[in-house]
Every structure is written in C-alpha cells, then in structure tokens.
C-alpha cells in the first residue's frame, strides 16, 4: 500500500468522487490546481461546508492548466488527526501531447496496461522530448514532536514508528548491516539511462524537515529553467514539494548500474529507516529500456 498519486495532463479537468467510510467528516483539498468554488476542501469564512460527511459521497472539481504545476499535495483539512494517520495524496501533472490528435498516456511498468493511479508509472508523451519517461512520487512523512526542541538534554533520536517513505519503513540505517535490502526497501527500478521524473513531497501534517537525496545523481532546482542549478540534495518541510528530473536518468551521468540509496539525509530519520533503494538495471540485447525503445532499436 502506497499514498494516493493521481496523474493527470496539462489542460485535463479532473472530478474526484470522494467516499468517506470514517465516523468523522474529511476534506480532500488539492493546492496549486484551479478549483471549483466548491471544492476548495477547507472550511475557511462564509464558504459553503467543504467536507464529506461520514457514509456520504462528494465530488470535487479541479482543473490542471500546466503541467509547470508539477506536483499538487492532497491533504485532509477537516482536522489534524486523519492526515496524521496518513489521509494525503498528491495529483502528478504531465505534459499534453506535442502531437495534434494524439494524447498522453500513462501504462503500468510491468504489465503495459493502462494506468494512471499509482506512485509509479511510465509516461509517453507523443512528440515530447523525451518522448517516454519513468514517473516516481515519494512521500515522506514524520510525526515526531520532540526532537529538535530546546531542552536539555537536547533530543537526538527521531521515533521510528512514524518516520515513513511511501507508508514504509526500511531496516535501521546504523552499524554493520545498514543499508542492507530485508524486503521491506521500498524500491525504484529503472534501466541505465532512462529517463525519469522523481516527485517528492512531505506529507500534510508531518512535524519536522528533512534533506531529500537520489544517492548521487543530480536535478536542477527547477527543470524549466535554462542553468538552474544542479543540487543533489534539496531541504524541504510539510507540504513542500520537489520535481527531480534526473540529470543524465536512471544511474545519473555516467549511467552506472547497481543499488542507489534514496531517502532523508537528516541523520536521525535515515537511522530509523526513512530511505528506500533504486535499483538500476543494466541494459543487455534481452532487455527493453525506455531509450532504446523510443530509438526503435528493440
């Protein structure tokens, strides 16, 4: 089980039927996209009730009119507890068609159905440039209140229960085993050299900040900006939101195979397992990376 990650193209208008099956209200609030006056999805003035009562349905309506948008956080602003426990999201927008009557699809990674919900899917985009590409969306999220406050003795270890990357927590990054894959990794897989877009966002309601790294490869601080400068780790707090295309794709540069930590850099919450690994596959005459199929030499 990952968060919600909805992806949509430039120009799309998008309806969300919310169904709430909890004794509570709950919101469902998209930032940056266009919305109906509806479906601001907070209580705020003299604003008509924005909540989905408890057994009841509502729709939402939001229109994402650029794909500079980039990645959209979905929070619940009903009240602090449900997003705490995990009731956030985010809506991923793509690049339209560069192709007249054709459109953006977006396809499972493994089987090649269509799909367009899930924290990782493959992009193609007609005439773009690149024309295919691997979309990722990380969330992390904490709820620790304690560390960081000016007490003494200062407090220096984060909670491991509720320092999570996709709902996940890794095996403890200290001592001889660290970083070591137990099946619990969340994990990223691509080719050498594929394109990929890498969305990153620290979820609603999470206490603290936190230093995003890819494990060495790098991304411009904003990818529609010519020479914008080129960071491999990016500071970021809840609700921030980070859209790294990665330099050179899968495997940075150099394109370079093997298993690449991903994750927070903030010392105490990689140690209690906020990181996940990339695995980079190397390209042979068996396999089909998304460059060589777009170069039709498969």
């Known amino acids: 089980m990952v968060p919600l990650v909805l992806h949509v193209v430039a120009g799309e208008c998008v309806h969300v039927n919310v169904t709430n099956l909890l004794t509570n209200p709950v919101g469902f609030s998209v930032g940056k996209l266009e919305r109906d006056a509806s479906s601001g999805g907070v209580n705020v003035g003299f604003s ?31 009240g602090a507890t449900t997003m705490k426990q995990g009731l956030y999201g985010a809506v991923v927008v793509s690049p ?10 977006f396809s499972d990674f493994n089987t090649g159905l269509a799909r367009d919900i899930g924290s990782q899917v493959l992009v193609h985009v007609p005439g773009g440039s690149p024309q ?6 990380v969330t992390m999220a904490d709820d ?15 909670k491991a229960d ?24 969340p994990t990223l897989t691509a080719y050498a050299g594929d394109p990929e877009l890498v969305h990153v966002l620290m979820a609603p309601g999470s206490e603290n900040s936190h230093v995003f790294n890819m494990g060495g490869p790098t991304w ?76 039709d030499t498969c």
Not at 50 to 58: L, S, W
Not at 96 to 104: C, H, L, N, W, Y
Not at 132 to 137: A, H, K, L, N
């Open 132 to 137: 295919d590409y691997r979309d990722f969306t």
């Open 220 to 295: 411009s601080q904003d990818r529609f900006l010519d020479n914008s400068n080129l960071v491999s780790s990016q500071g970021m707090g809840p609700w921030e939101t980070i859209d790294a295309q990665i330099t050179g794709g899968a495997g940075g540069r150099s394109e370079q195979p093997g298993s690449y930590f991903y994750g927070d850099l903030r010392r105490p919450f990689t140690a209690v397992g906020m990181w996940g690994l990339q695995r980079v596959l190397d390209v042979d005459p068996l396999t089909c990376s998304i460059r060589r199929v777009n170069g």
């Open 96 to 105: 339209k068609s560069q192709v007249d009557g054709e459109t953006t699809e």
């Open 48 to 78: 008509p009730d924005q909540n989905v009562a408890p057994t009841k349905t509502r729709q939402y309506e939001y229109y994402a009119r650029t794909d500079r948008v980039g990645t959209a956080v979905i929070s619940d602003l009903s």
């Open 144 to 158: 620790d209140v304690t560390i960081g406050q000016d007490f003494m003795p200062y407090p220096t270890s984060a």
């Open 162 to 185: 509720r320092s999570l990357i996709n709902y996940q927590r890794a095996p403890l990054g200290d001592g001889p085993t660290a970083f070591r894959n137990a099946g619990k990794v």
